[in-house]
């Protein structure tokens, strides 16, 4: 019986689901896959390294793929010519991760689609085409309201003596005292978008602290600010989010949308699960 093999992948991590028209989903997770931050050969060889088993994906026909990093032609011909070579398929399609987004959390209905995790992106989905969207300005200029846009905060405001004594002796029980070391590791680091990221750790473990909810507030709110305020569509439809950051901190959210009169949608982790369902209804 054909397959169809669903990956949905962000700077962090990849879902890999084989998906049959009769309901079974055969699961895998590995790092994750993004083709700014990667070359062909290292995309290739995490696949080796994390899906060294081919043989079983032999029921898979087709490969869908949603990324991050997949936006523009030139990198989803990257990804579809690694991922035909190394599953020997040659019927693959490539999409953005914004794309996933939009099928998992909106269907076939209109919406403000976000994402919110390592990375932060949005756009206006018509209930079939991602119509317009904001440009991403990565993790250096742009990420508004992502884990690594928090996690710079939370750095600096160690690093630049900010925290107070609570803050500060969380972070260094965390992540250590050593702020030259810290900086090597993030400048040296292959992905200093996840590197930043973690630093999130910190905010989730003291939520309640005014410092703390000032970082999480003021990163979400830039997001809003400088992304949903710009769509005309923001005040009339339902606005849905995906992503750890976004799952992680759905309160703050909640009472953002309540705060700009705007209707709150789904709140997922994942678009996975819904993302699955779509896939698997067109079969």
């Excluded at 995309?43 to 060294?52: A, G, Q, R, V």
């Excluded at 997949?70 to 070579?85: T, V």
Aim: aromatic content about 12%; overall charge negative; glycine content about 8%.
């Amino acid at each position: 019986m054909a397959a169809l093999l669903l990956v949905e992948s962000g700077s962090t991590k990849t879902d890999w689901c084989v998906v049959s028209s009769k309901g079974s989903m055969k699961h895998l997770q590995t790092s994750g896959i993004n083709p700014y931050l990667q070359t062909i050969e290292q995309i290739t060889e995490l696949l080796k390294s994390e899906l060294p088993d081919r043989a079983a994906f032999s029921a898979v026909s087709k490969i869908i793929f949603y990324g991050a990093g997949a936006s523009q032609p030139e990198q989803q011909n990257k990804l579809k010519h690694i991922l035909a070579d190394y599953f020997d398929i040659s019927n693959t399609e490539v999409s953005c991760d914004m794309m996933a987004a939009a099928r998992g959390l909106c269907g076939n209905q209109k919406g403000i689609v976000c994402i919110l995790g390592t990375g932060s992106n949005s756009c206006f989905f018509d209930g079939e085409m991602i119509k317009d969207k904001h440009p991403s300005l990565g993790y250096i200029a742009g990420d508004e309201g992502s884990g690594n846009y928090m996690g710079k905060r939370v750095l600096q405001y160690y690093a630049y003596h900010t925290f107070d004594d609570e803050l500060r002796q969380a972070f260094e029980y965390l992540f250590g005292s050593n702020v030259s070391k810290i900086i090597l590791q993030l400048y040296g680091n292959p992905f200093p978008n996840r590197y930043l990221a973690g630093f999130v750790q910190l905010l989730k473990e003291n939520r309640g602290h005014y410092m703390v909810e000032n970082i999480i507030e003021d990163s979400l709110n830039d997001f809003f600010h400088f992304h949903l305020m710009k769509f005309r569509e923001s005040w009339k439809l339902p606005i849905h989010f995906t992503g750890s950051v976004a799952y992680e901190f759905k309160d703050v959210i909640a009472n953002l949308c309540h705060q700009y009169e705007m209707e709150l949608g789904i709140i997922e982790k994942s678009p996975l699960e819904r993302l699955v369902n779509y896939h698997r209804e067109l079969l």
